[in-house]
């Protein structure tokens, strides 16, 4: 470490309130991880968790667990664990699928909801920047529906919602940018127009406060090896709001979503409330490796979250702005803190192979085309220690 900023870091450090986190993860060793918008660390206490689930209760309890280690519930049980870390209240999440599948059910229910008043609805705005992913499904759900989808930039999502517009689907934080999109407003200004709301989280659950309840959001979705460090191919989950769940006509409608699974009737009859967004079994290895990722939740306030996410990015800025050369990197996150997420998003000349000899010399980013160094700030496990010392680098891979 060293000068000032190294000095400010490490006062920083000491008075973090949620500095002991970071001993409940498992990091390497003289690396600065700023990765965890992309794939979580992993929490410590999960490698313990899964040698139990997979020796004790399948191999030695086998088939019984799916009722005596609670598999059967796990997808709701985890689901309201997720839903008190995005303001959702009991009973309408559940944890299933990925991310791109759920986008899916909940485009198509959302559709679905809003032609049953308004029939001659056809359109599914979405967000011009959208991650790839939520586009592509969406054009495949508008298709199937009926409509077309019209992309506009997510700041004028709010004033593009119509007379025709059946569903917005909005990510609540731009992958690339990191800029945080005014959720509330969106949805207010869909529900207006007679729409439903699609919000994807991928980006914003466990990195900072979201009130799905509280802002009236209709469906949501997002991943949980991001900010929520479940693991790689962790399973996603889907909120439907507690008052649309009867009306809630999923297109995926697999036996697991059936109101009597086992009695293995031919004719689907969906079950009620949050259960009704499954689809298939269960991924049982991955659910609970995750169940015992969201442990690191425990006591810990969002809002110290929130605080220490945007403290982190801004010192991150600051120690870019004092360490690289002017002109050479140009930060597109947003400077106001009520539009920044929890990354910090640099455009750079050769941005893929800056980032490549940044991960060689130990600060582990990533790069998103065309020129976008990205460094996430995941505040359970990331000191100010680490953003010194990754601007320091990358000043010094840019060289003079
Ligand atoms: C990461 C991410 C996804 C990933 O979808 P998968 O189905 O898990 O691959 C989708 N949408 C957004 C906005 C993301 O950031």
Redesign the pocket.
């Known amino acids: 470490m060293s000068g000032a900023l190294g000095r400010e870091a490490a006062v920083l450090d000491a008075a973090d309130v949620l500095r002991a986190k970071r001993a409940e993860f498992a990091l390497a060793d003289g690396t600065v991880y700023l990765d965890g918008n992309s794939l979580g660390a992993l929490p410590g206490a999960v490698a313990g968790r899964l040698a139990d689930v997979i020796g004790r209760e399948w191999g030695q309890l086998g088939i019984r667990s799916w009722t005596e280690s609670g598999w059967w519930s796990a997808p709701e049980r985890v689901g309201d664990r997720i839903g008190g870390l995005v303001g959702a209240a009991p009973g309408q999440i559940v944890v299933g699928d ?3 599948v759920n986008v899916f059910k909940a485009v198509v229910a959302a559709v679905r909801i809003a032609r049953e008043r308004a029939p001659g609805r056809d359109e599914v705005l979405v967000d011009a920047a959208t ?1 790839p ?2 586009g592509y499904v969406a054009q495949s759900a508008a298709r199937m529906t009926g409509c077309r989808v019209r992309a506009v930039p997510a700041a004028d999502l709010a004033g593009e919602a119509g007379p025709r517009t059946a569903a917005v689907l909005v ?1 609540h934080v731009d ?1 690339r940018t990191g800029r945080l999109h005014d959720l509330p407003a969106v949805t207010a200004a869909a529900h207006t127009a007679g729409a439903l709301v699609v919000a ?1 989280l ?2 914003s659950a466990g990195a900072l406060p979201v009130e799905l309840d509280a802002h009236g959001v209709d469906f949501a979705v997002g ?1 949980t090896y ?1 900010y929520l460090n479940g693991g790689p191919g962790s399973p ?1 989950y889907l909120y439907v709001r507690h008052e649309l769940q009867p009306r809630f006509d999923s297109p995926l409608p697999g036996w697991n979503s059936h109101a009597d699974p086992f009695a293995m009737s031919p004719a689907y009859t969906p079950a009620d409330g949050a259960a009704r967004g499954r689809v298939g079994t269960p991924e049982i290895l991955s659910l609970l490796a995750l169940d015992t990722a969201l442990d690191v939740w425990d006591g810990v306030a969002l809002a110290d979250v929130r605080a220490k996410s945007l403290a982190l990015t801004d010192f991150f800025l600051r120690c870019v702005e004092e360490y690289v050369p002017e002109g050479r990197v140009e930060s597109v996150t947003p400077a106001a803190h009520a539009e920044r997420g929890s990354q910090v998003a640099l455009r750079c000349a050769g941005a893929g192979a800056v980032m490549e000899e940044l991960i060689r010399r130990g600060v582990v980013g990533d790069f998103r085309p065309p020129d976008v160094l990205r460094f996430g700030f995941t505040p359970l496990y990331t000191g100010f220690a680490d953003a010194e010392r990754a601007a320091r680098v990358l000043a010094e891979v840019l060289g003079p």
């Open positions: 990925s991310t791109s991650f992913t939520d990510n992958y994807d991928c980006h991943c991001k996603a």
